[in-house]
T-cell receptor, first 116, second 113 residues
């Protein structure tokens, strides 16, 4: 089966600019996650969707970050305006609904964002 | 709140030597436990996971991990390390029925020939 697709792979922007990342999960996976991985740290969950609804966005900086999953499949994560501390790898993952632990999570290769 | 601690930031071993990466978790009940590996520029690959039952879990690439409830630990082991094992290793926990992962800060493994 195809894996979790993410684009772009790399992005360099200036601070205060906006940027968007795209994720296409594995077909049939109802749950989608966005993680932020800052260099030297473990991934941190930003937002979790089940179908097109938000389950958990408690760690999403909502003043600058937004995410949507309009049709319950693809998802976009946006940052506007970007700050230097947003430099990180943004990982998308998906799992069968309610069975993340049992059936596993599949991660994409990530988008590496550099804010200068 | 749940947390995962990986005490070793960086470990260096010689090829062929044995390896143990430490992981401790904080959670009231027994969570689901995972080990992932991340090579440079790559996503996270699942090595193994523990849900219940046998506390010694076998994974891919010759890795195994042992769940010790009394120590709240889930250490990763490999009897003989290969140069290709050099990567970042993350321990993660999922509390029952929350369907989300919490990661440790990772351990970077360097392998010398």
């Amino acid at each position: 089966e195809a894996g979790v697709a993410q684009s772009p792979r790399y992005k360099i922007i200036e601070k205060r600019q906006s940027v968007a990342f795209w994720c296409n999960p594995i077909s049939g996976h109802a749950t989608l996650y966005w993680y932020q991985q800052i260099l030297g740290q473990g991934p941190k969950l930003l937002i979790q969707f089940q179908n097109n609804g938000v389950v958990d966005d408690s760690q999403l900086p909502k003043d600058r970050f937004s995410a949507e999953r309009l049709k319950g499949v693809d998802s976009t994560l946006k940052i506007q305006p970007a700050k230097l501390e947003d430099s990180a790898v943004y990982l998308c993952a998906s799992s069968l609904s309610g069975q993340g632990g049992s059936y596993g999570y599949t991660f994409g290769s990530g988008t590496r964002l550099t804010v200068v | 709140a749940q947390s995962v601690t990986q005490p070793d930031i960086h470990i260096t071993v010689s090829e062929g030597a044995s390896l143990e990466l430490r992981c401790n978790y904080s959670y009231g009940a027994t969570p689901y436990l995972f080990w992932y590996v991340q090579s440079p520029g790559q996503g996270l690959q699942l090595l193994l996971k523990y849900f219940s039952g046998d506390t010694l879990v076998q994974g891919i690439k010759g890795f195994e991990a042992e769940f010790k409830r009394s120590q709240s630990s889930f250490n990763l082991r490999k009897p003989s390390v290969h140069w290709s094992d050099a990567a970042e290793y993350f321990c993660a926990v999922e509390s029952y029925n929350t369907d989300k992962l919490i990661f440790g800060t990772g351990t970077r493994l360097q392998v010398f020939p």
